[in-house]
């Protein structure tokens, strides 16, 4: 048997924990596991002592514990004052998912939790209830090193969504979003689309082979009545390829086609429609890849440098004829708007 041997200094005081709270939340993860509180297991991490600045982990735990269906409920210790009174927030996390073969926990969910433990501390930027992250490759290997990601399985799942917790207070469930899931709450909000999954799978289990939402026609229908009701909480969507510039004629915009045709146009009509601005942007800042919606009853046209390019409007300006005809067709081809 191979032994290991880590050794480091604890310069500073060790982190604050709170035995009784983490005897809580070991009680109160078990209920909503439907399982013993024997059963649940902390990931140790020896550096776990030291406190985040001073080189430990960013959060003193992450537990999991499993339910009675299979599945694994993995949750973060530490990110809040309830476990670490030193922590800045005033939750914990969590997220379930199918076990493995023989019944065994996944070792992706506890990488995720932390990678996203220690975004909120490092930015200063709490996710909140309804808040999407994009990862733009697989959850399962967004927290994982170059040299490690090859070990975890690989997902079409990019994004998660934040809601709250189906069985414990003060905590906040991950659930991990396939890409259409993702442009489908765009129209509506990130809440609304999870609302609508919990009704239908009141678990919100993170299964990386399942179905898209987005295939559901009936939650489809939920999601964009609820666009129409309310609008988009979405205020910029990246289009890749988009491009404008100036001719001797004016200024032309150019929007590539396939899905992303109608799914500007609902945006449009969600956010424009609505008195709301919106931010259209290529992945990558570069000039002329940006393209910013104001509404407004007097049309406008502003270069904002040579990066944005700001359009005042209305969500059925006669300027967006041509992407209201494209969004029309089976396959929309690409779509240039001249401006003036």
């Known amino acids: 048997m191979t032994s290991h041997r880590d050794e480091f200094q604890l310069n500073g005081n060790p982190r604050s924990v709170s035995e009784t709270a983490v005897a809580q939340l070991d009680a109160a993860l078990a209920v909503a596991a439907g399982s013993s509180i024997d ?5 140790i991490d020896p550096r776990r002592i030291l406190r985040f600045e001073q080189g ?22 530490g990110l809040s004052r309830f476990i670490d009174p030193d922590a800045a927030f005033d939750f914990e996390m969590s997220l379930r998912v199918p076990s493995e073969p023989g019944g065994q926990p ?27 992250m994009s990862f733009g490759e697989s959850i399962t290997r967004a927290a994982m090193g170059p040299q490690h990601k090859a070990s975890m399985p690989d997902s079409s799942m990019s994004a998660v969504g934040i809601t709250t917790d189906p069985g414990m207070q003060s905590i906040r469930r991950v659930y991990g979003l396939l890409p259409d899931e993702q442009a489908l709450s765009e129209v509506w909000s990130t809440a609304g689309l999870l609302n609508e999954i919990a009704r239908r799978d009141p678990t919100l289990s993170t299964r990386l082979g399942r179905r898209s939402w987005a295939l559901d026609a009936e939650l489809r229908a939920a999601v964009l009545r609820g666009a129409e009701r309310e609008g988009s909480t979405t205020g910029a969507i990246v289009v890749p390829g988009l491009r404008w510039e100036q001719d001797q004629e004016g200024l032309l915009v150019h929007i590539p086609g396939g899905p992303v045709v109608p799914r500007i146009l609902a945006m449009i009509r969600a956010r424009v429609g609505f008195g709301r601005t919106l931010l259209m942007h290529d992945f990558e800042p570069r000039p002329f890849s940006e393209v910013g919606l104001t509404p407004s009853g007097d049309e406008f046209v502003r270069a904002h440098g040579d990066r944005m390019l700001e359009l005042g409007l209305e969500a059925d ?20 708007l001249r401006l003036r």
């Open 106 to 132: 996944p070792a992706w969910p506890m990488f995720l939790l932390r990678q996203l433990a220690r975004y909120q501390i490092t930015s200063g930027r709490e996710l909140k209830v309804g808040d999407p």
């Open 317 to 336: 300006s006669p300027l967006l004829t041509g992407l209201t005809f494209a969004a029309q067709e089976s396959n929309p081809s690409p779509v240039t």
């Open 39 to 43: 059963r649940v297991l902390h990931g």
């Open 56 to 77: 430990g982990p960013p959060v003193w735990s992450v537990a999991s514990c499993p339910c009675q269906d299979g599945a694994h409920l993995f949750v973060t210790y």
